[in-house]
């Protein structure tokens, strides 16, 4: 994994001889009939020990697009700290999506309303503590070093609410789009060696001089706690201690891999119509020469959101886009941007990680899901039942999938 110069994690290669991930093709009629009984849901996830559920946007759904909050933030701490100048800017920017958006690829605050809603409706036993929910919110920009933001507050957000948690209780991470791939990256940063993080810190200079906000409760309060990770040093040297997770993401596209751990479970939710029968999990390559048919891609957006679609830092700040290219040799040393299209025509959808579920949501949502090219499917609030009945069921199975990192 080391090189003599060069500090390189592990990343989806997306080449012809990578070998495949976990997948299986999934009918959606079985979580349907599940979603019926809100009882029988939030039984199965108490069994399995979940008592805190996040929620976790993708890009474009997020409280800084431009960086414009985090770079104040970093060239006058405490200016911006005491006139909550960056707090002011993303509160007012999630707001504006949040109305904008709705549950289009999005959480706002309505949505996680109507889940703990459900979660209140199927709670049976008053002695059983009750199953609460929340969001977290990020910047939302398309680039590494946006991400590795990101993941630094959520890092903070994740031992909020640890310090919540009995010791046998888990939390339920729902991510949709590159919000999965802040978890992979924090999972990857927490679970590295001594060696690996040290060489880390001599590459980058990562620094977020304002505490994040914790995500306690719905509304993206601010955090109130004098132990807010505020740098890259700090994270490498508490992140190992991460909470009993188990994950579900929601179309997110192959970039990071994720750290293997024994009592952790990761599933990939995919929107996908099946193509070829003789090879089912694939997905079919747009062509430039023929209509575009929504109904046979399913969600393209995880497909064209591989290594090379990255954006550069809106900002421009030659600090920000030198950041940017170190990043992009240590996360992903294996992409290069003329490869973009072969690395399209092989039609991958699952990770390595983990098990991929490919589901065919026309089966519930004919229209919906096409709408933002399939992409958008996932956080529609009327299908919250379902994809709660899906994690009570999946993560109770009893096989747990093989994880493996380079």
Known sequence: MLQKKTLS???????????????????????QALASS??????????RGVAKILYIHGTFAGNDLTGLARNLGRLSPSLTRQLRIDQTIKEWSKRSVDSLSGSQGNFPEAYVTQVNQFLQSGQSDSNIGSIEASRFAWSG????????????SLHQTLRDLKSQLQENQRILIFSHSHGGNLLALLTLLAESNAKVKRKLLRHLSISTPVAPPTAVSPHLGDSQNPNAVNDLA??????SDLPNLDVITLGTPLRYRWSSHPQRKILHLINHQ?????????TAFPSLLKPLDLRTLGDLIQQLGIGGSDFIPAMLTPTEIKQEKKLAKILESSVRRKDYFKKLSLGRRES???????????????????KLLGHAVYTLDRLIPFHLALASRELNQDQQSEFTTD
């Open 9 to 31: 994690f592990p990343h989806h290669i997306l080449s012809g001889t990578e070998p495949a991930g976990v997948a299986r093709i999934q009918s959606p009629q079985l979580y």
């Open 274 to 282: 099946v193509v070829d029968p003789k090879q089912p999990t694939r």
């Open 38 to 47: 809100s009882a029988d849901v939030v039984a199965g996830l108490q069994k």
């Open 234 to 239: 700090t994270l490498l040297n508490h992140c």
């Open 352 to 370: 390595r990680d983990g098990e991929s579920i490919l589901m065919d949501y026309t089966q519930i949502e004919p229209l919906e899901s096409q």
């Open 141 to 152: 920009e398309n680039h590494h070093l946006g991400r590795l933001h990101g993941s630094l």
